[in-house]
């Protein structure tokens, strides 16, 4: 059963940085994508970062490109997102997601491509 635990959000100021993490068990396959999406009051949930675990195919959403930086260190069994320059259109619930891939599997941004999730982390950004 795959366990995923993101933890990191909070508030800042526009122009600051979070780091989120996202740990994870139970990826008892050879290989996932992975992924961050967020979803704001109102709005449907969008992909922010994706990853294969082959740390290819990362892929990111243009109003993120060159801040967020998504990441993983398999030995600790987590996946990151480094947030730079956030401003408050940010402001959203940040949720962990992995679905089951293989060595040469695509990963999109579609959440409903993705069956597990985590909780999701708040992160909150003012002005």
């Known amino acids: 059963q795959v366990q995923l635990v993101e933890s990191g959000g909070g508030s800042v100021q526009a122009g600051g940085s979070l780091r989120l993490s996202c740990i994870t068990s139970g990826l008892t396959l050879s290989y996932y994508c992975l992924g961050w999406f967020r979803q704001a009051p109102g709005k449907e949930r969008e992909g922010v970062a994706i990853?294969?675990?082959?740390?290819?195919?990362?892929n990111y959403a243009d109003s993120v490109k060159g801040r967020f930086a998504i990441s993983q260190d398999s030995t600790k069994n987590t996946l990151y997102l480094q947030m730079n320059s956030l401003n408050p259109e940010d402001t959203a619930m940040y949720y962990c997601a992995a679905k089951e891939s293989w060595f040469g599997g695509v990963c999109v941004s579609s959440p409903s491509d993705y069956n597990s999730w985590g909780q999701g982390t708040q992160v909150t950004v003012s002005s």
């Open positions: 990853m294969h675990t082959r740390g290819i195919r990362i």
